[in-house]
C-alpha cells in the first residue's frame, strides 16, 4: 500500500478507537478520578511517548522504564484505564520500526486488555482492542468471539439517519460503519457510511471514511499496524 494511503487509514483507525462510544461510556470515563502519584506517571509517560512519536528515538532502557512504571501505576489503581491504554500504547510503539519487534509482544497486548476487562467486561473499546491482537496473533476463534460481541451491540443500537442528527452522533456512526467491517460485517459497514455520505457529504469525517471503506480491504485496515 503506498505511504498517503497508509497515512489516512492510520489516522482514521485512530478516530475510529478514539470516538467509539459503548454503553454511553467513553474510552475513557473523564469523571474518573485518580490519585496525584498515578496521574503524574501518566502524564509523564505520556511526555515521553509523544517525543517518540515525533521522531526522539529511544532505547529499550525508556520503554522498559515506562512499562514498569505503569504497571506500578495500574497496581496503584486498577480501575483507572489511561494507564492501560498507555501501556498498550508503549508496547506497540517499541514494536514498531526502526523498533525491533518481539516475539510475544501480541500476547502482552491480549493480556493487558484481559487485566483490564476481567473488572470491565462491558467495555467494547478494550474488546475490540483485543480481538485485533488475537487476530494479528493468528488465534481467528478467540478474535471472532470478540468480533461477535461489537456485532451483538452494533445490532442493538437504532440508528437515526436524518439531516438534523447531532455531530457528535454523527462522528460515532462512522465509528460504527468501521467496526462493522472490522468485526466481519462489511455489507453494513458499507450500508452505513453510504447512507451517511448521502446526508452528509461535505462532512469531512463521513466523506474521508466513505473514500477508505470504499478503497480499501478489510485486511488493510485491520492490519495497517502489522510490520
Known sequence: ???????????????????????????????????????????????????????????????????????????????????????????????????????????????????????????????VKRGIYYEKDKNTSMADKDYAAIISYLNGIKFKLFLDIKPKVIEDYVSYAFLFVVAKRPAKGIKLIDNLYELFPDNPKVAIGHKILHTSSREEIVYQFKN
Open 1 to 127: 500500500m503506498e505511504y498517503g494511503k497508509r497515512i489516512v487509514i492510520y489516522f482514521i483507525y485512530i478516530f475510529i478507537l478514539i470516538s467509539f462510544v459503548a454503553c454511553g461510556q467513553n474510552k475513557v470515563n473523564p469523571a474518573y478520578k485518580t490519585t496525584t502519584e498515578v496521574n503524574v506517571i501518566n502524564n509523564n509517560v505520556a511526555d515521553t511517548l509523544f517525543k517518540i512519536n515525533g521522531g526522539k528515538l529511544a532505547d529499550s532502557n525508556t520503554f522498559f522504564n515506562i512499562e514498569r512504571n505503569l504497571n506500578i501505576a495500574i497496581n496503584m489503581d486498577k480501575n483507572y484505564k489511561l494507564s492501560y491504554l498507555n501501556l498498550i500504547k508503549c508496547i506497540e510503539i517499541s514494536n514498531t520500526p526502526p523498533y525491533p519487534q518481539q516475539a510475544e509482544y501480541l500476547k502482552k497486548l491480549i493480556a493487558i486488555c484481559n487485566t483490564w476487562l476481567i473488572s470491565h467486561p462491558d467495555d467494547k473499546d478494550m474488546i
